[in-house]
């Protein structure tokens, strides 16, 4: 259960809120224009790193406003939270917390719980 | 009751124990020692520890809804309390199921996935059947009443554990600023000081005394609250961890149930000082009733004072057992024999001093073999240094493998344990949230060195000063142990076992068994032998699996490496979970003003979303909803119908760019529609499919009503608001639900207008002055109503909104306006049938997200000189206008006399062969079909491929016996396709 700061709120329980997927894709200004497959981009395509992830979450049983999340997919840890439409902090800000719990490897998955030796 | 005794049942004998007597220390004092049977091999159990850990000592409360496998070593007993043991058939003594145990060669590991893969059937009733007989723990309750309840706390510091390090770091933190709960798993704080003898004394005074003394300071710092008969069972990311208190310790809970409180706790900082499990060992038949672990053993002493036998023999790789040896003694009472793997020059001095003074057989560098007994143990067979088997007369062995800490909590945290060589354990390495580990969970096992931990891990705590006690232990102070997992069996027949986890019934052999079958890797083992996968997750035993699979494996154990241990701790009740959210307080049921009407005319509810909407009206005790449903619809075509239609979403939509949000949200346009108009409109998402419907009522440019689906409402104004937060932010909009705000009501039939006019005299609702989708609002009486001329019956209609105080007042005044003009009022099944009669589409019926306009035939929607709205470049998709998609069709039988199936397949060949080798083409499906009472047969709607091409073709609908019915493809549209009735 993450403790997710409301940028209008402050600190409240996950279980107020909902995750509304990827931040900062943006709707093609003019969609008549575009590709079917840049369509497609915009509509079904979605990043899924394992690290710094930019999210969209919702204070859905509180406030009801939409914010941006810089979450750590690894880990889990929220690192920052900001308001629609503020610029979203360089990814190289967060490089550095980049870290698996018990020691698990940078790519894939895997329960070690055990220090390497 | 003028003794302290408290009788209870336990497989209808009756027994007595004393207050504060566990099921399983009451049962020793009986000296009952059997009280189970194994899940798989139905062998007897008896009780193997003294507490949280236990894998044998399951019982079910009768008396408690049936309450099944509960821990024997927690369970307090009270008055009356009736007590069962679970997995046997007839009989505890004598069970059927050990036949099993004969047959263990085929229920070796992997046995349930390699054996029953066939024939077709056989697992659905004949395996499954069996197993469930005969596998398994207790039997579920077959009712379900909670008192349960949830708490939330936020605080600076938990403390998980009231024994020695808890309470010095709880003291420690007394009179701070710092919010503290300290949790203790037990009814008393002390943990090892009330389990064991090893502390002698603290600070010269008696243990007892130094605890009386603690425990009062911590009760009068206001800073510190402490719950007892509490367990923290999870703990989560962000330092959140749950923990379940049993409110109803010793005394009959008074609803039949206990009454167990769910503790959400979020805190900066937690203090791990949960402490230690003993493990166990393996050897020959290490389950049979009477072998227990030694500190288990020791506890029954010192904190129930029963001695569960006079005369035990002991059996350890370590120095902790000690204590036991001491205090068996003290009590008059000989163990039988002291066996220790260890070379006697490893041995400690103290315990070499006892042995000798009391004159108890001793073998050093030796082991037990294994034991024999039927039912409980009567020889205990030990193999000695000289390599020479011996055997004992004994009831009881007292095991000891080693001490483990109790790191579940702290792997659930995701800390990085380690494994020492020293202490041959896992212990916590590094933690990955704000979490400290004091005392045995941090592997530390000496006492004299807890002061010093606890000063150093604490002194970064604001306020806190070194604290400084003196303690004494009985014994050693180092501890000290020898590898050994597994003893060598001597006897090999079927009935001799050396088993790695009690609960599940898992051998020694069965991991041989799965590494041979390549299953190397210690996740994959678990899931093939389920070892330590029962509900006490191994506790006293998974460590020792990991020792053995590294022998087997010539690995090192940190490199076999260590499972990942799941939350929660312990089983948590269901009821815990529930908390009050249980019958109708699990979700809420909403019922519209005109509810208690509908209840005095009989209606039948159907449950949409959270609403209770009548689905149809029993005119009569025995009408059918068929019957109903035709006289129902029947009067709405003949004279009129009335349709509680509050349940209906709507969203009001205001700001200087309402128009362009709403031409946004929907396929429509919106910008020539004139004030109080209105218009029938579709939803999308970006990918094009059909979201939601409803209808759009605009007052002006600024100021919108829409209605939805009465399921959808929730989700379409969440999809707004996604929209015009994330997407539009710039756009002045605001947007309300207004749904509880006003009722509705769908009046329809050729005599709707006529009924109106009398409730409402002073409204002109000629087709002239109120034509078909317009609206206004109207004084009436001391109040406001809006009028809406729609209908979704194909027939003249209006819907009248009103503030939900009048609606039941209106609604009554409505019939009695209506007395000569047969009224009917319908449900729900109804309404579906009479749009369906006019072909009008269901959202989550016709369509499954899956849906376009297109599909539709609603092109008639997509307002075309629009350059956008949400979904609208999704439509032009290549995939989306590749032409042999399903379209919607309506579908007659060509005999008149046959019903069409709702959801049966649609297909081309008449001809089902007997024999189906290859899947049937399939065209679609039908998503709504219904008897007409009007046109006198029956009708259909379906989502064929390429529909639209196959208007005016003959094709078949499957049915539910195999057989296929000849239908005929129309439009959807079945009747007064002019709409002469509905603009009438
Ligand atoms: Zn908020």
């Known amino acids: 259960m993450l403790l997710i700061k409301c940028p209008y709120c402050g600190e409240r329980d996950q279980s107020e809120f909902t995750n509304g997927g990827e931040a900062h894709v943006t709707r093609p200004k003019n969609p008549e224009q575009v590709t079917d497959r840049e369509w497609a981009e915009y509509v079904f395509i979605r990043s899924n790193p394992k690290g710094i992830y930019y999210e969209r979450w919702v204070h859905s049983h509180g406030c009801k406003k939409w914010f941006n999340a810089v979450r750590n997919t690894s880990t889990d840890e929220i690192l920052l ?37 | 009751m003028t003794d302290n005794k408290i009788y209870f049942k336990f497989d209808g004998k009756k027994y007595s124990g004393v207050k504060g007597d566990t099921i399983a220390s009451a049962l020793l004092r009986n000296n009952v020692k059997l009280v189970g049977r194994s899940f798989k091999y139905h062998r007897p159990r008896g009780i193997y520890t003294c507490g949280i850990e236990e894998p044998n000592a399951l019982v079910q409360i009768i008396n408690e809804f049936n309450e099944p496998n509960v821990r024997a070593t927690v369970k307090k007993i009270y008055e009356g309390m009736v007590v069962k043991s679970q997995n046997r058939w007839p009989s505890l003594k004598r069970d059927f199921g050990s036949i099993n145990n004969l047959l263990s060669p085929i229920f070796s590991a992997g046995f349930y996935y390699k054996t029953f893969m ?72 002390g943990g090892i000081l009330k389990n064991s ?45 749950t923990a379940i208190e049993d409110r109803s310790v010793g005394i009959e809970p008074d609803n039949k149930k206990s009454e167990l409180v769910l503790h959400k706790i979020r805190t900066e900082n937690t203090i791990l000082a949960n402490g230690h499990i003993e493990r166990f060992l393996s050897f020959r038949n290490n389950d049979l009733p009477g072998v227990m672990l030694a500190a288990s053993f020791e506890k029954y002493i010192q904190r129930y004072d029963v001695v569960p036998d006079n005369n035990p023999v002991i059996f350890t790789n370590n120095s902790s057992t000690y204590s036991l040896l001491k205090l068996l003694i003290d009590r008059n009472c000989i163990p039988r024999a002291y066996v220790d793997v260890r070379d006697v020059k490893k041995i400690e001095r103290e315990t070499l001093d006892l042995l000798e003074a009391h004159n108890i057989p001793f073998y050093p560098k030796s082991e037990v073999e294994g034991c024999d007994g039927n039912n409980k143990i009567k020889k205990i067979s030990l193999r000695t240094k000289k390599n020479k088997i011996i055997k004992i007369e004994a009831s009881m062995l007292c095991i000891s493998g080693g001490i483990n800490p109790d790191i579940h909590l702290f792997t659930q945290s995701k800390g990085l344990v380690k494994w020492d060589e020293k202490i041959l354990t896992f212990k916590p390495e590094k933690s990955f949230q704000k979490t400290i580990t004091l005392g045995s969970v941090s592997g530390n096992f000496i006492f004299k060195k807890i002061i010093d931990e606890v000063n150093q891990k604490l002194n ?21 142990i020898k590898e050994i997992w597994e003893t060598k069996n001597n006897n090999n027949s079927l009935w001799s076992k050396s088993f790695i986890d009690l609960q599940n019934d898992v051998t020694t052999k069965d991991l041989t068994q799965a590494i041979r079958e390549g299953f190397d890797r210690i996740e994959h083992l678990k899931r093939f032998t389920t070892n330590s996968m029962g509900t006490d997750q191994g506790k006293i035993s998974s460590i020792n699996a990991l020792g053995i699979v590294s022998k087997l494996l010539k690995k090192s154990v940190s490199e076999v490496g260590t499972t990942t241990y799941r939350p929660p701790y312990n089983p948590v009740s269901f009821s815990a979970i529930a908390g009050r959210s249980t019958y109708e307080f699990y979700d809420p049921e909403r019922k519209t003003p005109i509810h208690p009407w509908h209840l005095k005319h009989n209606a039948v509810f159907e449950d949409v979303g959270q609403w209770k909407r009548p689905w149809y009206y029993k005119k009569y005790e025995n009408e059918s909803m068929n019957e109903a449903v035709q006289r129902e619809s029947k009067q709405v075509r003949e004279s009129a119908g009335i349709l509680d239609g509050s349940t209906l979403g709507k969203i009001e939509i205001k700001g200087k760019d309402a128009l362009e949000f709403v031409n946004m949200m929907y396929t429509n346009s919106f910008t020539k529609m004139k004030p109080m108009s209105a218009k029938y409109a579709l939803m999308l998402g970006e990918d094009g499919m059909v979201k939601d419907d409803g209808i759009v009522c605009k007052i002006n440019d600024n100021h919108f009503i829409t209605t939805t689906t009465s399921g959808g409402a929730a989700n379409v104004l969440s999809h ?51 034509p078909y989708m317009t609206f206004n609002t109207f004084d009436y009486l001391n109040y406001k109503v809006r009028i809406l001329r729609a209908s979704f019956t194909g027939e003249q209609g209006y819907e009248i909104y009103v503030p ?24 729900t099944e109804t309404m579906h049938l009479l749009r369906a009669e006019k072909g009008y589409i269901i959202v989550g019926q016709e369509t499954d997200g899956t849906v376009t306009p297109l599909d539709l035939n609603l092109n008639w929607m997509i ?16 995939d989306i206008i590749k032409g042999d998609r399903k379209q919607l069709v309506g579908l007659v039988p060509v005999d008149k ?27 679609g499906h039908v998503t709504s079909s219904y008897f007409s009472p009007t046109l006198n047969h029956s009708i259909a709607m379906a989502l064929i491929k390429e529909g639209n091409r196959k208007i005016g073709s003959q094709i078949y609908v499957s049915t539910s016996n195999m057989n296929v019915i000849p239908v005929e493809v129309v439009k959807p549209n079945f009747l007064d396709p002019e709409n002469k009735r509905l603009l009438s």
């Not at chain 2, 938990?158 to 503290?180: C, P, Q, W």
């Not at chain 2, 003898?197 to 206001?222: A, F, G, H, P, Y």
């Not at chain 2, 307002?863 to 290549?878: E, N, Y």
Request: proline share 5%; no cysteine.
């Open chain 1, 81 to 117: 939270t900001y308001k629609i439409g503020e610029t979203p902090p360089p990814i190289k800000k967060f490089q550095n917390t980049l870290k698996s719990p018990s020691g698990e490897p940078d790519v894939g998955s895997g329960n070690f719980t055990v220090k390497k030796p």
């Open chain 2, 118 to 189: 066939g024939p077709k059937g056989f697992w659905k009733n004949l395996y499954e059947p069996l197993i469930r007989r005969t596998a398994g723990l207790g039997k579920p309750p077959r009712e379900f009443k909670s008192k349960s309840t949830h708490l939330h706390h936020n605080v600076d510091i938990l403390i998980v554990g009231g024994g020695l390090s808890g309470l010095l770091a709880a003291k420690k933190l007394a009179g701070t600023d710092k919010d503290v709960l300290l949790i203790e798993r037990e009814n008393e704080l």
């Open chain 2, 197 to 241: 003898n090893k502390v002698k004394s603290i600070n010269d005074q008696k243990t007892s005394e130094w605890l009386e003394k603690t425990e009062r300071l911590l009760k009068n710092s206001t800073n510190i609250k402490i719950l007892k008969n509490t367990t923290v069972t999870t703990y989560n990311y962000s330092n959140h961890l």
């Open chain 2, 460 to 480: 970064f705590i604001d306020g806190v000063n070194d604290i400084d006690i003196k303690i004494e232990v009985n014994g050693s102070e180092e501890f000290n």
């Open chain 2, 720 to 770: 707004m608001e996604e929209f015009a937060q994330t997407e539009w932010p710039n756009l002045n909009v605001y947007l309300n639900s207004i749904t509880e705000q006003f009722a509705t009501f769908n009046i329809s039939g050729p005599k709707s207008r006529i009924i109106l006019s009398r409730v409402f005299n002073n409204i002109d609702f000629s087709n002239h002055k109120f």
């Open chain 2, 804 to 827: 939900p105080k009048y609606a039941l007042t209106l609604w009554e005044r409505i019939f009695y306006y209506s007395r000569d003009v047969d009224l009917v009022p319908y449900g």
């Open chain 2, 863 to 878: 307002g075309k000189k629009k350059k956008d709205f949400i979904g609208k470049r999704s439509l032009t998709r290549s």
């Open chain 2, 897 to 923: 006399s046959y019903g069409i199936e709702e959801g049966q397949h649609v297909i081309e060949d008449k001809n089902i062969p007997s024999q189906i080798d290859k899947p049937i083409k399939m065209l």
